[in-house]
């Protein structure tokens, strides 16, 4: 059965960072990449970037990058991504998504991770 | 960055009905194009790739189209639970951006 699953929950201060995993399963891992997107609560898809789980490769968003890092463990089937230097606008739902390496469309996600920022 | 503009922002209709919510991108992105449905509580899930091809298991009341900037999303006969959260997105550059989101409301 494919499957993303991701881990639980978190609760952090800000400037602390938060990293979520994503165990993959059901399909050879490097053969997609994941990408990852999150949503604040009660709003719309933002897309965060992606990491290419083949060669390492990654591209972030600009609103993330130098505080975000994505990367991939093939002998897990595991992708993670870490996000630092945490303020209230990153409490968001993360999801991990499998991406099509040849078009980068997403075909799955995972169950999506609540990370929330609070003193 | 590309912009995906979605409208209408929310719509309400009738078991049965047929529905259309549009995609328009800020600049040509061929057919690189994707819906997404997402209910309350729950993941997205995906609908439709390329613009026009249905996702494995999605019912075929839905079907896409559009190419280059335009785009839309059709459900031709509404079933009570197709009421959701219906996105866009583009993958034809980074970032793969969405839109903003058609919230789909019972009549």
């Known amino acids: 059965q494919v499957q993303l699953v991701q881990s639980g929950g978190e609760v952090k201060k800000p400037g602390a960072s938060v990293r979520v995993s994503c165990e993959t399963s059901?399909?050879?891992?490097?053969?997609?990449?994941i990408s990852w997107v999150r949503q604040a609560p009660g709003q719309g898809l933002e897309w965060m970037g992606w990491?290419?789980?083949?060669?390492?490769?990654?591209d972030y968003a600009q609103n993330v990058q130098g505080r975000v890092t994505m990367t991939a463990d093939s002998s897990t089937n595991t992708a993670y991504m870490e996000l630092g230097s945490l303020t209230s606008d990153d409490t968001a739902v993360y999801y991990c998504?499998?991406?099509?390496?040849?078009?980068?469309?997403?075909?799955?996600w995972g169950q999506g991770t609540l990370v929330t920022v609070s003193s | 960055d590309i912009q995906m503009t979605q409208s209408p922002s929310s719509l309400s209709a009738s078991v049965g009905a047929r529905v259309t919510i549009t995609c328009r991108a800020s600049q040509g992105i061929d057919n690189y194009l994707a819906w997404f449905q997402q209910k309350p509580g729950k993941a997205p899930k995906s609908l439709i790739y390329?613009?026009?091809s249905l996702q494995s298991g999605v019912p075929s009341r839905f079907s896409g189209s559009g190419y280059g900037i335009d785009f839309t999303l059709t459900i031709s006969s509404l079933q009570p639970e197709d009421f959701a959260t219906y996105y866009c997105q583009q993958y034809k550059s980074y970032p793969h951006s969405f839109g903003h989101g058609t919230k789909l409301e019972i009549k």
């Open positions: 390329a613009a026009s």
């Open positions: 998504t499998r991406m099509l390496l040849n078009s980068g469309r997403i075909d799955l």
């Open positions: 059901g399909y050879t891992f490097t053969t997609y990449g």
């Open positions: 990491i290419s789980t083949y060669n390492g490769n990654t």
